[in-house]
């Protein structure tokens, strides 16, 4: 969801110009230390609970060895993640409502493929609010082999009231991502009044899979609300993720401390620019990634312990950044 245009040109930029450098001397080390935290989480989601779903959100490159499509696959990492999700591939890469260049759907689809091909589900959200926008988005999505959402806001803050019937809309049991043909990415409930609402909204609705918060107004959705929600309205069952951001430290989140507020810790960055109160994190410090899994206090054993199918994980183009 937080996008900075800027950041495809960036990364062409270093391609063309070979650049390959870091603190230690190796540009790709930044690619590989997010791949490493990705591969950490899914080890440890999975071995509590083994059909744990682990979807990371851009940062397409990670598929591939050399982090573009002349690479060979990247196995450890295409085999620790079950689906890609990405946004803005047909719609939205530079203007919400605006087909996204040919040139940048190229370079993300041939990255998409080389997980798509290694077997992982490839989750499109397309920005668009014009019906007929909407209507192609789904269309090349599916020629595609993609599943896709047409969201009307950038801020995922709404159920969509087009199309009238769900893309592909089925009242089957959904227990595994090869068995999802649509979803729901509704990060942002500050439209509802009330848990009770939000819930009510959702399982009136025939969705394969919801993204959403483990929190709502900062309270946490219980196992008992989780499991609500995975209640289509025609009777069949929806997969729910929870969305967690790892790329970015958020102080509206439980985790932040009062104090980082003057005195920040070794590893927390500059505010993101975009998006107010999201802080660049080195993803690669053991504190940080305490604090996202690992032990029972951390952000992945709340969402496990609520009963979440899985998790959708958020900012893995952080290594841009430090690139």
């Known amino acids: 969801?937080?996008?900075?245009?800027?950041?495809?040109?960036?990364?062409?930029?270093?391609?063309?110009?070979?650049?390959?450098?870091?603190?230690?001397?190796?540009?790709?080390?930044?690619?590989?230390?997010?791949?490493?935290?990705?591969?950490?989480?899914?080890?440890?989601?999975?071995?509590?609970?083994?059909?744990?779903?682990?979807?990371?959100?851009?940062?397409?490159?990670?598929?591939?060895?050399?982090?573009?499509?002349?690479?060979?696959?990247?196995t450890p990492y295409l085999n620790a993640i079950d689906a890609n999700g990405q946004e803005?591939?047909?719609?939205?890469?530079?203007?919400?409502?605006?087909?996204?260049?040919?040139?940048?759907?190229?370079?993300?689809?041939?990255?998409?493929?080389?997980?798509?091909?290694?077997?992982?589900?490839?989750?499109v959200t397309d920005y668009c609010s014009t019906h007929s926008k909407m209507d192609d988005s789904y269309l090349k999505n599916k020629n595609a082999g993609y599943v896709s959402f047409a969201a009307n806001q950038r801020d995922l803050n709404n159920i969509p009231n087009y199309p009238a019937t769900i893309h592909q809309e089925n009242n089957a049991t959904i227990t595994s991502m090869s068995q999802v043909k649509n979803f729901l990415y509704l990060l942002d409930p500050s439209n509802f009044p009330d848990k009770n609402s939000f819930i009510s909204a959702i399982t009136a609705t025939n969705y394969d899979l919801l993204i959403m918060d483990l929190f709502f107004d900062n309270e946490e959705f219980t196992l008992s609300e989780i499991n609500q929600l995975k209640n289509k309205a025609n009777g069949g069952k929806r997969l729910v993720i929870s969305y967690m951001s790892i790329g970015e430290a958020e102080d509206y989140r439980y985790y932040w401390q009062q104090s980082w507020d003057t005195s920040k810790p070794s590893w927390l960055d500059t505010e993101n620019p975009d998006w107010e109160g999201n802080y660049k994190v080195q993803y690669w410090n053991s504190d940080w990634q305490s604090i996202i899994y690992g032990n029972n206090n951390s952000y992945l054993y709340k969402i496990l312990n609520a009963g979440f199918d899985g998790v959708y994980l958020d900012i893995i183009d952080a290594f841009e950044y430090y690139e």
Do not use: W
């Not at 409502?97 to 493929?113: C, F, I, R, V």
């Open 1 to 74: 969801m937080k996008k900075n245009i800027y950041l495809f040109i960036a990364l062409i930029a270093l391609i063309s110009c070979g650049e390959d450098e870091d603190d230690s001397g190796n540009n790709s080390e930044y690619k590989e230390r997010m791949r490493e935290f990705v591969i950490g989480i899914s080890n440890y989601a999975k071995a509590i609970e083994p059909s744990f779903i682990i979807i990371p959100q851009n940062g397409i490159e990670l598929v591939s060895e050399t982090g573009d499509d002349s690479g060979e696959p990247h």
């Open 88 to 123: 803005d591939l047909f719609y939205g890469y530079d203007n919400d409502d605006q087909a996204t260049p040919s040139s940048a759907n190229k370079y993300l689809t041939d990255l998409l493929n080389i997980s798509k091909n290694a077997n992982n589900i490839i989750l």
